[in-house]
């Protein structure tokens, strides 16, 4: 607990324990001072003593009421308890009756208060653990000595020391030694990332055994630390449907019951007296009154909503899938169909030369013209072309590269024009090729406008991937679609291993916005479409979608910026989880909607017919606010579904 805190139970133990001590000194005690002081001395002295206890317990109510009053914001739950509780009591000194009714309402009204409160910081404290990730400093070496220094204050180039048990401060690239890095942070997956010299390195990550010297490759504005950082904090900005609701709702009902209220206490007993003729009872229908706005109080509403979101998204976060927004986590829930790129979603995205046919020359220079055409790509196919070859690229050897999007490369290399890339490229250039039955990506080439055969390249389907479609279908989600720039042939065999209903294949980028488009038109009743890609070639998908998850994502700068959900490792399950995680959190905020509106609704009515009364009308406000608070921290543990 805080300060704060502290400070509002002490007030409330104070309280309660002098309105017990009250309540014990019976009135007919009171009255015998009246003998010994004057006529009406024990009433008064009774009375200084409530309101001395009124003052302890009610004081931050009134307070913040008169503020609200000022700043022409009148209608909040403050303002209600504070004419609740001020109107019991000058009933209660009108007719001579029990003043604790009325700091009790106030009493309990800051119990509820005090609880929400603590709620609310135990979320923001387990979150902010969650999401602790946020390195103190960094070591740069000086002269043989470490120096810490605010990560802020590394410039990109530099060179810094992260020990064993240390976080790895900045994005870099490991310059020196070897060790493992804990991801769970990032990733929510316990299993440890080895790296050595040469191999990139992320901020956020904790160093596990070796020490590593890592030179930085951005500002730690930059970084993916940060980028997380920034994007959990601002998830809140983005609202619901249900949170927009409430605070409208709010605003609209608050002043409704208000004026209810009043009605309550003046119709009635004004329509006894002039048209019944009857005496108007105004104690009797003031008391119902105010008990109408205890009642009223829409705090469980107000607060367990929002809560809901937050834990859910903090929850979430825990997982490794990063929400940027309680408006997403809402969509999210609703998705009805799933579109998957296929290179690095659902396949690893990892190639491999699996074997070069029809060549006219010795594949190994067919290989190396195919290597030095692509040299300038960093496209997973190039890379694995430059692997096979298995040196280093002579650029100097290279001229006049062009990228023909969709297609493949034309360069000169050594004087000679190549052209690598699929069969469109070959009939762009008017090339006759030959076709491969062997299934994968066919890279065909030709030199001097002559083919020269073609490279076969394979990509390897992720372990889970086959599972990720199959728990998306136990999930009710009614179509899955996948787009892939590959050939019919590839897209078909994946597609019928993994159990995906359709695919599109031999899409050029901007096909697959075209051909999200015509998808986004064919979803009927409310469902909503999720488009999964990597988030760096995907972004115009991704920003067109219903809802864009960005997966295996950890260090993309890009497909933090361009998705909506985030999944922070290469795990194709995780979008079935996130999906579980949005329904999950969903339910818990309908379940608080319909309890806090159900329950008030009936106690709103009872008090109106005098059948409910103060003690009744607090259990309305304070306990439903309770009940709503503790099922919205449910949120917090959605990351074990």
């Known amino acids: 607990m805080n300060r704060k805190q502290k400070d509002m139970l002490r007030r409330i133990l104070v309280s309660a324990a002098v309105l017990v001590c009250l309540q014990l000194i019976s ?34 109510t009134l307070k913040k009421a008169f503020k609200g009053i000022m700043n022409r914001q ?9 004419v609740a509780t001020i109107g019991a009591l000058a009933l209660a000194i009108y007719e001579n009756g029990d003043y604790a009714e009325a700091i009790a309402v106030m009493l309990f009204y800051q119990l509820g208060e ?8 135990k979320s923001r404290r387990n979150i902010s653990q969650l999401m602790d990730i946020r390195p103190d400093y960094a070591n ?13 204050e590394v410039e990109p180039g530099s060179v810094i020391v992260v020990q064993p048990g240390e976080k790895v401060p900045i994005d870099g690239v490991v310059a020196e030694g070897s060790s493992a890095l804990d991801t769970a942070a990032l990733t929510g997956e316990s299993l440890p990332r080895e790296v050595a010299a040469g191999d990139e390195i992320i901020s956020g990550c904790i160093n596990l055994s070796g020490v590593l010297k890592v030179r930085t490759s951005k500002a730690f504005g930059e970084s993916t630390v940060s980028k997380i950082l920034e994007l959990v904090e601002n998830a809140g900005e983005r609202k619901s449907r249900q949170e927009d609701f409430i605070s409208k709702f709010a605003r609209v009902y608050t002043p409704a019951v208000c004026y209810s209220a009043l009605a309550l206490a003046l119709l009635p007993p004004l329509v006894r007296l002039l048209f019944m003729g ?16 205890v009642i009223s109080c829409p705090c469980a509403l107000v607060i367990s909503i929002p809560l809901s979101f937050f834990a859910g998204i903090g929850g979430a976060s825990r997982a490794g899938i990063l929400i940027k927004g309680s408006n997403f986590l809402e969509v999210l829930s609703k998705t009805d169909c799933v579109v998957f790129d296929k290179t690095g979603t659902l396949t690893q995205g990892v190639f491999e030369v699996e074997g070069i046919h029809h060549s006219t020359m010795e594949e190994e220079k067919l290989l190396e013209y195919a290597a030095l055409a692509e040299s300038a790509s960093s496209h997973p196919i190039s890379r694995s072309l430059q692997k096979a070859h298995g040196r280093e690229p002579d650029r100097s050897r290279v001229e006049d590269i062009r990228e023909i999007s969709g297609a493949g490369v034309l360069a000169k290399v050594d004087g000679k024009q190549v052209a690598a890339g699929n069969d469109k490229l ?3 250039l008017g090339v006759e090729y030959r076709d491969c039955h062997s299934v994968g990506t066919v890279i065909h080439m030709a030199i001097d406008g002559q083919y020269a055969g073609h490279i076969l390249i394979s990509d390897m389907i992720k372990a889970h991937a086959k599972a990720a479609v199959a728990a998306l279908k136990e999930l009710g989600v009614s179509r899955t679609v996948m787009l892939t720039g590959d050939s019919q042939a590839v897209a078909q065999h994946v597609a019928s291993r993994l159990g995906i209903d359709q695919t599109y294949s ?27 890609g990597d988030g760096i070639n995907d972004a115009p998908v991704l920003a067109r979608a219903d809802i864009g998850i960005a997966m295996g994502a950890l260090g993309s700068d890009a497909a933090i910026e361009a998705a909506d959900v985030v999944l922070m490792d290469d795990d194709p399950l995780k979008i079935a989880k996130a999906i579980k995680i949005s329904r999950k959190c969903l339910g818990i905020v309908y379940e608080n909607i319909i309890f806090a509106i159900g329950i008030k609704l009936i106690c709103l009515v009872l008090g109106a017919l005098g059948i409910a009364n103060m003690w009744l009308a607090i259990f309305a406000d304070v306990g439903v606010m309770v009940l709503a608070v503790l099922n919205a921290m449910r949120c917090l543990l959605v990351y074990k579904l």
């Not at 005090?114 to 910081?121: L, R």
């Not at 740069?140 to 802020?152: A, C, K, S, T």
């Not at 104690?283 to 009154?289: I, Q, T």
């Open 74 to 82: 009148v209608f909040d739950e403050n303002f209600l308890m504070a």
């Open 114 to 121: 005090w609880f929400e409160n603590y709620a609310v910081g």
């Open 27 to 60: 009135v007919e005690r009171f009255s015998a001072l009246d003998a010994g002081l004057f006529p009406g001395a024990g009433r008064w002295l009774r009375l200084a003593l409530y309101l001395v206890n009124y003052y302890i317990i009610g004081w931050g």
């Open 278 to 293: 009857l005496a108007p009872l105004w104690g009797v229908w003031v008391y119902r009154a105010l008990t109408f706005l």
């Open 140 to 152: 740069i070496e000086q002269e043989g000595h470490l120096i810490r220094v605010d990560p802020e």
């Open 506 to 532: 031999r899409l050029l980028p901007g096909d697959k916005v075209e051909k999200l488009e015509q998808l986004l038109a064919e979803e009927k009743g409310g469902g909503k479409l999720a488009f999964v």
């Open 426 to 428: 070959m009939k762009k």
